[in-house]
Every structure is written in C-alpha cells, then in structure tokens.
C-alpha cells in the first residue's frame, strides 16, 4: 500500500473549530475574529512582552537545501507535535505560503506527511487575505507615484528614470519583470519602464514582518525609499503623503493567523518575506504572540542557516528583543549526497561515500550556529531511500562535534516520530551553555558588517565590490543608513555567490554587484549577483495536474 499524499491525509483529518484550539491558549472565543470554523485572527493586546522573555524559542534551520527543501517546516511542525507529545505546552509559528511556488513547482508550505498544518488547502491558497492587502498597500503607493508624475498642481518633481519602486502580484509570471506603462496618450499617465515583483518580495512584506503595531507600522510604511526628484533629492513613501491609507489596507492583515496542526495542536501563521532577498521569517508579532501564549515556540527560517537563520539571528532578533534559546538543524542524507556530488537523479540513491564527502557542509553549518552562542540539535529528516549506514555515520560524525544528531520522522509518524528530537531540543533550550549573542554589531561600517557575515558565514577570503555597489555605499551614507543591519541577498544554494559551488566552499571571493535601501523595513539589501524576484513558470507548471469536483474537492494540490 503506498505512502498517502500531503493533500489526502490533511483531507482525512478530522478538524477541531478553531474555538476549541484558542481554549489551548486560554484565549476566550469573543477574542478572535473568525475566518470561518477553522481559521482565526488573534488580537494584539495578547502580546505580553514578559512572557516573552519568560518562554522558550526554538529556531529551525537548515544546511544548504537541494532544489526541493530539506523539509524545515516539516520538521517545524513535528517538533512541535513532539513537545506536546511529552508534556509541553508548545505552539508553532510559521511564514504563510505564496502562491506563486504552489502553481508553479515547489508545492505549498504547509508541512508533508503527517507533520502538517490545516486546513491545508486554505493556508495554500489565499487564506485570510493577507497577500492580498500586501499586493493593494504595495500597489497604492505604486499608483500615488505614476498620479504625482501625471499632477502637475502637487508634484514632488520625481524623476521618472530614478523611480525604484516596483507594483507586485502573487504569481510567477516572468512577462511582467520589466515593462513599459503609460502608454496611449496623455490622459494615460507618463510613460516610463516599470515592472513586477512577486508579493512575498514586496518591502511592504517584510515592512509587515518587522512591525510591533499599527503606529510603528505606519511608521515604517513612510520610511519607504521611492526614488528621487529632477534634483536629485530622495523621496519617501511619506513624502506622497501614503503610510496611512497603506496601514488602513492591512489593518487586519497586522493580526497573527491561528490555525492547527493535524493532532490538534496550536499553529500561528503569519507573513511571509522570501529569504534569499529579504528576512525569510513570520512576523515579529506572530513570534511574540506565540511565546506569550505558550511556553515553547517553534519557528524556522527560510533556505539554509546561511541565508534565513543569519538574518533571523541579526536582524529580527535585533528589532524584535528576542533571543533564541535553542536552535534545530535540519540535514537530509539526500542533501548530503547532492553536496557529494550527486546528480539530481541519484538523489535516491544512498551512497555513504559521497554522504562522507557532502557531511562538510553540514560541518560549516554547525559552526556557524555556534558563533551566535547556540549548540544545534541536527534533525536528520527521514527519507525511505536513507540507509542506516549513512544515519550511523551522520549521527557519529556530530557526535565528534559535540552535536546531537536525532533521527526525525515526523513525516511518516508525526509527533510520535518526533518525542526523541523534542526531548533533545528541551535539553538545549534549558541548558545554561546557550547564551545567544549576535554575528556583528550594527553600528559597525556598512562593508565591516558584510565582510564579518562573508568570512565567518559563507567562509568567504574577501568581499569586492562593482563601481555601482561604491556608488550605491556613497548614497547609503548620505542618506545616514550606515547604522542599519544588512540583509544579502544571494543565491541560496551555495555558501558563495555562485550556485555551483556545493558543499563547502574555500578559497572565494565574494562580489557585491549593488545595493537596495529597504529602508522602512529597517535593513540594506547588498546584491550578489543576479537576484530573482518575479520568478516564472517551469515547462509543466504544478497547476496543470490542479482541480476541483462539484462538491468543493480539491486535487492536485501540494
């Protein structure tokens, strides 16, 4: 009998109401505003800044991903079945899918197997609607600066060719990268190139992802750098006059998603920022909202510990006040053997030589979650084709390292799968030897803090830069941002900037091509290489196998 898919089993399982989930939090029903049965949104005033402080995060990352993902939230979610399976009170908070990679070929970001969160077609698709107020706040401000161009009585005197602010939609769609609006005549507007990004690349997004409440929201939505006059003065989303008609847009989408995992357990589902070019990690408030609300958290952090756990650590702990207690590691054998050089097709295949050559950059992974104070917990994240072999040398060769290595199979078994893991990362979260501390201090000179991520991250010789990234440095300086983290965007399938080193990586230098101002999200985005943020289609898209029966039922969906 073969294994069930992802959409099968979360169709199976039988639904709590969302009222009966809230009572686990000790949250009355008359707090929440409904979604329908399953699905809720949590007031702010829930948010207690001492239990925060109080309560035990636990972060989720992973070593450098194979193009399908090493499993991070599902193993998000299993961990968090486990914790309750032993006794804990835990809740697990997590990004919110985009639609783009579920029509396209990645599949949702609900968890696999029986290490989901439900209901799971809803959280795939457009769920509460918070994707949708991101794409209209994003696109107002993108139409106030094509009507300040076009009024003549109000003009802020842009100039049309340094305007950087892009319009946005939830779908791959690789036609709408660059563009020419303004088209047909005068009354249609100044014609100027344009394009899209895909929502989840919106600076709104991570604006939204960065935010403690409305005022700071608005805040932060005015600080958006749009580009500059005919004089070559800087202008902001402020300066049109913007933040509050934006903030009144996502006035619902600010509140946490409550949700749950298949066995009935809490699940916080809330924003969702890429994490090759932005922060790669839910909302600071849907963290907080989770840690006041239960005494262990489980979050994760987008692609490779390099990319999401880096910012996760430097960024939003930093704007947040929070500080992890424990951190999970997550290493697939296939990973490994692709890191040894495996071609895609022999992924499935185990070979301990190459799971040998591929552990270095497990290796590299683990010393960099040290250098933030944290000893990881490696979740080997079962796959049938693993040998025990390869689980034996993984588990002996952490083992050398002073690093836990536990067999994970949550996919299979769910919580059940996941006691050991939990019991493991409890150890670690109460342990007196983690003490987080930030990779660099942010005061430290724009290149100092990318050189100190590139060489004791990436394990990079040096850092150079094109002209444009020095020009684009001069500009951070005169518009004083020298003071704020910095968020690099690069490629997530290597520790370098070219994808086609795997493993680890020596002897490289890495190259700075440009530089983007996020300045309401609080962070400048240093540019390696060429960065996708409307990505397209493949071939045969996941949407051609999609559909629905007359009575409601979807198919297809992964």
């Given at each position: 009998m073969s294994f069930p898919g992802d959409l099968e089993i979360a169709q199976n399982c039988k639904l709590k109401h969302i009222n009966s989930i809230a009572e686990k939090l000790n949250i009355s029903s008359e707090e929440l505003d409904h979604f329908g049965k399953y699905k809720a949104k949590l007031p702010l005033h829930l948010i207690s800044e001492d239990s925060v402080k109080k309560n035990k995060l636990i972060l989720v990352t992973a070593i450098t991903p194979t193009p399908a993902g090493e499993g991070k939230t599902t193993v998000s979610i299993g961990l968090t079945?486990?914790?309750?399976?032993?006794?804990?009170?835990?809740?697990v908070v997590l990004r919110e899918p985009s639609l783009g990679p579920v029509f396209g070929m990645k599949g949702g970001a609900a968890g696999g197997g029986y290490s989901q969160v439900v209901p799971m077609e809803d959280i795939n698709l457009h769920f509460t609607g918070d994707f949708a107020a991101v794409e209209k706040a994003n696109n107002l401000l993108s139409a106030l600066i094509d009507n300040n161009l076009q009024n003549k009585l109000h003009s802020l005197q842009l100039d049309p060719r340094q305007i950087y602010w892009k319009r946005v939609m939830d779908m791959n769609d690789r036609s709408l990268r660059k563009i020419t609006i303004g088209l047909g005549g005068t009354g249609n507007g100044m014609p100027r190139e344009d394009g899209f990004n895909i929502t989840a690349a919106s600076e709104v997004m991570a604006i939204l992802c960065m935010s403690s409440g409305i005022g700071d929201l608005k805040q932060k939505l005015g600080n958006i750098f749009v580009g500059f006059t005919m004089d070559k003065k800087p202008v902001f989303a402020r300066d049109l006059k913007a933040e509050g008609a934006m903030a009144v847009l996502l006035k619902d989408a600010i509140k946490p998603n409550l949700v749950q995992t298949l066995e009935g357990n809490p699940a916080i589902i809330h924003g969702g920022p890429f994490a090759n070019i932005a922060?790669?990690?839910?909302?600071?408030?849907?963290?907080?909202?989770?840690?006041s609300l239960s005494d262990y958290v489980?979050?994760?952090?987008?692609f490779g510990a390099d990319l999401g756990a880096e910012k996760f650590m430097d960024i939003k702990c930093g704007y947040g006040k929070l500080k992890p207690n424990a951190l999970v590691l997550v290493a697939t054998i296939r990973?490994?053997?692709?890191?040894?050089?495996?071609?895609?097709e022999e992924y499935n295949t185990a070979d301990i030589q190459r799971v040998k050559k591929g552990f270095e950059n497990l290796e590299k992974h683990i010393e960099n979650c040290r250098k933030f104070g944290i000893n990881p917990v490696v979740a080997i994240n079962h796959f049938p084709a693993d040998s025990i072999e390869e689980i034996d040398f993984v588990i002996g060769k952490c083992a050398e390292m002073g690093a836990k290595a536990i067999l994970a199979k949550g996919f299979a078994e769910g919580g059940e799968g996941m006691k050991k893991l939990a019991e493991a990362v409890v150890v670690e979260a109460n342990s007196d030897s983690n003490e987080f501390k930030p990779l660099y201090d942010w005061s430290l000179p724009v290149k100092e803090?990318?050189?100190?991520?590139?060489r004791e991250i990436y394990g990079a010789d040096a850092v150079n830069y094109t002209k444009e990234a020095e020009g684009d440095l001069k500009m951070i300086d005169k518009l004083q941002l020298g003071s704020l983290p910095v968020?690099?965007?690069?490629?997530?399938?290597?520790?370098?900037d070219d994808e086609s080193k795997i493993g680890r990586p020596r002897g490289f230098v890495i190259t700075v091509r440009e530089f983007e101002f996020a300045v309401g999200a609080g962070f400048v985005i240093p540019i390696l290489g060429e960065m996708m943020r409307m990505p397209g289609l493949p071939a045969i898209p996941a949407s051609e196998g999609m559909n629905i029966d007359d009575n409601g039922i979807i198919t297809g969906l992964s």
């Open positions: 079945e486990g914790l309750n399976k032993i006794g804990k009170k835990a809740t922060q790669g990690t839910n909302t600071i408030l849907a963290t907080k909202m989770g840690l489980v979050t994760e952090a987008g990973a490994l053997r692709h890191h040894g050089g495996a071609k895609k803090k990318i050189e100190k991520i590139a968020c690099i965007a690069k490629t997530q399938k290597s520790f370098s």
